[in-house]
């Protein structure tokens, strides 16, 4: 009836880190993501958005790494170029880095998260921005 992961709750949220170098996933995203030896990143710019998914061929793009790349349960991308754009784009300056709460789509098996203020991870109160 139920599928219930004993480790999600300890682990805390799901979160995806953006700074001026890339992204990094924590361990709760890379389980949603089934762990994948590489994955695709898209960009939706008309949402703003990022959409994370295992590799397919037929996404066209060229894959990042992934699993292979985990240190102490993190993932990181590297992607300065893009952060540049995203930190223009978005108006966010990425130089502290940003955490988000990503969705995961099961029907289209694609992690997503728009990267604006609303969405952004706050800070607790008491913590400096």
Request: aromatic content about 14%; some cysteine.
């Amino acid at each position: 009836m139920f599928n219930f992961d004993f480790t999600f709750v300890r682990s805390g949220a799901p979160i995806v880190t953006l700074s001026t170098t890339g992204l990094a996933f924590n361990s709760i995203v890379r389980s949603m993501l089934e762990y994948p030896d590489e994955i695709d990143v898209g960009y939706d710019e008309s949402a703003n958005a990022i959409g994370v998914c295992a590799h397919k061929e037929e996404n066209g793009g060229k894959p990042y790494a992934f699993e292979g790349r985990q240190k102490d349960g993190w993932v990181r991308i590297s992607c300065r170029d893009f952060m540049r754009y995203l930190s223009t784009k978005s108006g966010i300056d990425f130089s502290k880095a940003r955490q988000f709460i990503p969705e995961y789509n099961e029907e289209q098996k694609i992690l997503f998260f728009v990267v604006d203020e609303q969405h952004m991870k706050q800070a607790k109160v008491g913590e400096a921005e």
